[in-house]
């Protein structure tokens, strides 16, 4: 059965899509099969795996809102290593219109069901914001990944996601956990990066990532070539840094 890790954070900007991508192919890279799930209206995900978000034929709306089997939806990208299921701008009406459905914030987590077993690891983009997607992805989740920069106001933000991930844990999904913390755009020079991920370090313990992301113009560019930076320049430091963390989680799922 598929491990679902949901990423996400409530502040936009900090590499919540680049670490879903990137993570997808250096996991993929490692032999386990791995399927994507964009849940962000702007289909950056989708994009940077080089798929046509407006020329698919369904979308993350179509398995959340119109019941297509969830099978039906998987776009598997050969360049990039691993299955993805593409979002575009259809999502945006899905906040609205999930209201007046039942059992809304599980629509996400029924639909997985049913290609659970075909993955090792289904990672899912969330938006950055708390809304009805990002909640369905918490609930489909078995635990939460944390990609965040290490600055004043980040740690403001983590402090609401905790709560909020207490929340769901108290009520429609108690099985989640935090799968960890991911320091990105790092730059080990600065004096505030430092104080920051100390104090992370401090507080999460373990529950922060040893690998660190840093700020790394071949990730930058990557999107735009629709290649994971794995697949555009594999001796990049962003490409190692995504590998290394890729190997980190699996040393930890074997312990």
Known sequence: MGKVIAVTNQKGGVGKTTTSVNLSAA???????VLLVDLDPQGNAAM???VDKDAVQYSSYDLLLEDVPAAETVVKQESCGFSIIPANSDLTAAEVNMLQIDRKERRLAEA????????????????????????????????????????????????????????IQGSVN??????GILRTMFDNRSRLTKDVSDQLTEYFGDKVFRTTIPRNIRLAEAPSHGLPVIQYDKSSRGALAYIALAGEMIRKEKK
């Open 27 to 33: 996991l993929a890279g490692a032999k386990r099969k």
């Open 48 to 50: 940077g795996c080089g």
């Open 112 to 167: 997985l069901q049913a290609i659970k077993d075909q993955y090792d690891y289904i990672l899912i983009d969330c938006p950055p914001t708390l809304n009805m997607l990002t909640l369905n992805a918490m609930v489909a989740a078995d635990s939460v990944l944390i990609p965040m920069q290490c600055e004043y106001y980040a740690l403001e933000g983590l402090s609401a996601l905790m709560s909020t991930l207490r929340n």
């Open 174 to 179: 108690p099985g989640l956990h935090l799968e």
